[in-house]
Nanobody
């Protein structure tokens, strides 16, 4: 059974930083592209960033230059370093395998106050 466990969210002020972590268990995803998504209240879940097995990363335009995705293959973990946070970044953040979606975890809430 695949489990995704996100952590690291919290309440920060505009301009602050947070580092999210997501641990994948139940399968080896070292050869898969991994991703972070986010969902704000009343909105659809959007793709934020992806990282391929070779480390190549891509970002949504809204976060490019502020967020950095990384991974630790041996730990089956993906990270999202978020800097210069804005109120528009407020959402629940989730990780997953975008080309082979797994059961969603509980996510981690990020709230940015103005």
């Amino acid at each position: 059974q695949v489990l995704l466990v996100e952590s690291g969210g919290g309440l920060v002020q505009t301009g602050g930083s947070l580092r999210l972590s997501c641990v994948f268990s139940g399968r080896d995803f070292s050869d898969n592209t991994l991703a972070w998504f986010r969902q704000a209240p009343g909105k659809q879940r959007d793709l934020v960033a992806t990282i391929a097995s070779d480390g190549t990363s891509n970002y949504a335009s809204a976060v490019k230059g502020r967020f950095t995705i990384s991974r630790h293959k041996a730990k089956n973990t993906v990270y999202l370093q978020m800097k210069r946070l804005e109120p528009e970044d407020t959402a629940r953040y989730y990780c997953n395998v975008p080309l082979s979606l797994q059961p969603w975890g509980q996510g981690t809430q990020v709230t940015v106050s103005s």
